[in-house]
């Protein structure tokens, strides 16, 4: 499964995508922003062109979880891909993204789009955290547990 990850902005548009599998995200590319659009038809390309099936956007929060002034901004762009597009929206904290790309931002990309990429990486890894503590729990046994007290664990 194919993500795409959204840091959204006034002046500008990060796009991240994420492996087939969903594991690891790339910077894609950056949207310039324009004057009353938020270029929904650009991302829709993208999202043809890469296959994409859900979107994650960063939601910014403080660092006590309020939401700040520009959250009311991604919603009303949140609620306008989801209408035009069809496709799953989930929102990721993006707090400190920006900051954290500016220092990390590989060569040639820009650092809205290594941005989207923190936001959509830090989507990946709990989902598979999530995954992978499922997997866990699914092997461990309803059967009596031995005289050490341990769970049995089942052969894969």
Do not use: C, W
């Not at 939401?67 to 901004?73: F, G, L, Q």
């Not at 989930?90 to 590989?106: D, G, H, M, P, V």
């Amino acid at each position: 499964m194919r993500y795409l990850g959204i840091d959204y902005g006034t002046k500008r548009i990060g796009i991240a995508i994420s492996d087939e599998r969903g594991i690891v995200a790339f910077p894609h590319s950056v949207i310039a922003a324009r004057r009353n659009t938020d270029r929904i038809d650009e991302i829709f390309t993208i999202i043809r062109h890469e296959k994409i099936e859900a979107i994650i956007i960063g939601f910014p929060v403080d660092f006590a979880g309020k939401e700040r002034e520009t959250a009311a901004r991604v919603r009303v762009f949140a609620e306008r891909i989801k209408k035009a597009l069809s496709v799953p929206v989930f929102f990721e904290n993006e707090l400190l993204t920006t900051r954290l790309a500016s220092k990390s931002a590989s060569r040639g990309k820009s650092v809205d789009a290594s941005a989207a990429a923190l936001i959509l990486q830090s989507y990946l890894d709990k989902k598979l955290s999530e995954k992978s503590a499922s997997s866990q729990n699914s092997l461990i046994s309803s059967e009596p547990r031995t005289d050490k007290g341990e769970a049995e664990i089942r052969e894969l």
